[in-house]
């Protein structure tokens, strides 16, 4: 780095504002050719070798894809060090987004099940508002059982004979037998 304090000191004062962005942007741009250079390499070597051993396509592609990530990814890493970004912090900022976006998965999993069996049942025409449906904990045993008055994104509530109401989560459908009865007069079968 010598060279660029001798260089500094004989440049004019107006050169010297441009060159604290031309440097950076020289290295960046150096970065990324050699990244495009070892990938075409990295794509040679690995082609060679799946034509040597006679390895699937797939092998082949999977391998230039996940070795181009990897060059990539290491190039960005990189290019953020030259301007100034620090890889532990990118390191931490990455594992603690990690961490929230596992934890926010977990949370919200049972919700978003219960949405997607909605969708399911809708399309899948699984019971309809009044029908007579039982869900059975296995194929012999009684299970709960009621006429359908209402299916919304989480639930669908059952009526059962003595008039009380359960709200069974639309994802246990999915889990278990259903019995479906239609109301007298239904059209649809």
């Not at 070892?38 to 070597?45: E, I, P």
């Not at 060679?48 to 230039?64: D, S, T």
């Not at 296995?138 to 006429?147: A, H, I, N, R, V």
Request: with cysteine; proline share 3%; hydrophobic share 55%.
């Amino acid at each position: 780095m010598r060279w660029l304090a001798d260089l500094k000191s004989r440049l004019p004062e107006w050169m010297l504002e441009w060159l604290d962005v031309i440097v950076p942007a020289t290295q960046v741009l150096i970065i990324l050719v050699l990244a495009y250079l070892l990938r075409a390499a990295l794509r040679l070597v690995v082609k060679r070798i799946c034509r040597h051993y006679q390895l699937p396509a797939e092998v082949h592609m999977g391998a230039r894809r996940i070795l181009g990530f990897l060059v990539y990814a290491a190039a960005l890493l990189l290019i953020l060090e030259r301007l100034g970004v620090s890889g532990s912090v990118l390191w931490s900022a990455f594992t603690g987004f990690a961490a929230v976006a596992a934890v926010a998965f977990f949370a919200a999993w049972s919700v978003l099940s219960n949405i997607f069996c909605t969708i399911l049942i809708f399309t899948t025409r699984l019971f309809r508002l009044h029908d007579h449906i039982e869900v059975l904990e296995s194929g012999d045993k009684p299970g709960l059982k009621g006429m359908v008055v209402d299916i919304n994104a989480v639930y669908t509530t059952l009526q059962e004979d003595g008039g009380t109401t359960l709200q069974v989560p639309n994802s246990m459908f999915f889990q278990r037998v259903v019995r479906r009865g239609h109301p007298i007069g239904s059209l649809d079968g």
